[in-house]
Nanobody, 120 residues
Framework: QVQLVENGGGLVQTGGSLRLSCAAS????????MGWYRQPPGKQRELVAA???????NYADSVKGRFTVSRDNAKNTSYLQMNSLKPEDTAVYYC??????????????WGQGTLVTVSS
């Protein structure tokens, strides 16, 4: 019913920048909180940043001051601007959203993930 499609991952050198996007589509009545998670190789998935429908944000301590989460409600899209990237930021990044569908169902939806690799 609802899909999240991520784009923007890739290979970047230490200190570089990338911008990830997450576009939601389908039977969406309202798009509530949206989040970005990551799963480094051999580790558990962790929250990187989240943004509420009203725009309030929160970040993991490890990315504060370097990453910025934003959203365009008209486009049902969330963005993660990542600056000053470090090798430890290497991970598969996943988009997540809390969605109310046209059928008044509340769903938690995940994207397919996009790989970010930061070379030293």
């Amino acid at each position: 019913q609802v899909q999240l499609v991520e784009n923007g991952g890739g290979l970047v050198q230490t200190g570089g920048s990338l911008r990830l996007s997450c576009a939601a589509s389908g039977s969406i009545f309202s798009l509530n909180a949206m989040g970005w998670y990551r799963q480094p190789p051999g580790k558990q998935r962790e929250l990187v940043a989240a943004i509420a429908s009203g725009g309030s944000t929160n970040y993991a301590d490890s990315v504060k001051g370097r990453f910025t989460v934003s959203r365009d409600n008209a486009k049902n899209t969330s963005y993660l601007q990542m600056n000053s990237l470090k090798p430890e930021d290497t991970a598969v990044y996943y988009c997540n959203a809390d969605v109310e569908t046209m059928s008044y169902l509340y769903l938690e939806v995940w994207g397919q993930g996009t790989l970010v690799t930061v070379s030293s």
